[in-house]
């Protein structure tokens, strides 16, 4: 139980367009999700945090306007990247707890390899 | 605020080795404390965890117990093996902020046969 699928896994793109990455609780209901990133060797920076149905809390220093996130459903949030730069090429990593228990686990998805050329 | 200190690595042993990985941690009140492991190229995954001090958590010969006396979660396997190279998190619950985790730097361990 408890998976988390995202999609695609890898996604190459030219600079300026919009990337849409998908992550879905398969087996329960994700109330919070949430949404890092990852520089190689480095440690996951949380980006924002979205529960179901209200806008998603973003970090300091994370451009909402850039990174668009929408949880409009217990199994579904997706994160798209607006007007993508060379900068924006990274490990996108999100991650789900199930709603129903008061635990703090998360979930996470296989992760999102983006390349902006 | 809380926080999370991870001994730096890479750690190289070789296999069959004894393993610990330090893991200490600032809170308030009685977070809850999680080792996850993230595997080349892939998402992370909960190795164990502990809810509450002197708890144990253990899965796949992973050990770590949860010492409120010196704020620690040290990792620990008997006999590691190649199979267990990976970057390993320490992690524990933000209580003040919608189920967040804070996270320590990530230790890379590196199994030579």
């Known amino acids: 139980g408890a998976v988390v699928s995202q999609h695609p896994s890898r996604v190459i793109c030219k600079s300026g367009t919009s990337v849409k990455i998908e992550c879905r609780s398969l087996d329960f209901q994700a109330t919070t999700m949430f949404w890092y990133r990852q520089f190689p060797k480095q440690s996951l920076m949380l980006m924002a945090t979205s529960n179901e149905g209200s806008k998603a809390t973003y970090e300091q220093g994370v451009e909402k306007d850039k990174f668009l996130i929408n949880h409009a459903s217990l199994t579904l949030s997706t994160l798209t990247v607006t007007s993508a730069h060379p900068e924006d090429s990274s490990f996108y990593i999100c991650s789900a707890r199930d709603g129903t228990t008061y635990s703090y686990e998360q979930y996470f998805g296989p992760g999102t390899r983006l390349t902006v050329t | ?113």
């Open chain 2, 1 to 113: 605020g809380n926080s999370v200190t991870q001994m730096e690595g890479p750690v190289t042993l070789s296999e069959e080795a004894f393993l610990t990985i330090n893991c200490t941690y600032t809170a308030t009140g009685y977070p809850s404390l999680f080792w996850y492991v993230q595997y080349p190229g892939e998402g992370l995954q909960l190795l164990l965890k502990a809810t509450k001090a002197d708890d144990k958590g253990s899965n796949k010969g992973f050990e770590a117990t949860y010492r409120k006396e010196t704020t620690s979660f040290h990792l620990e396997k008997g006999s590691v093996q190649v199979s267990d190279s990976a970057v390993y998190f320490c992690a524990l619950s933000d209580q003040g902020s919608n189920y967040q985790l804070i996270w320590g730097a990530g230790t890379k361990l590196i199994i030579k046969p």
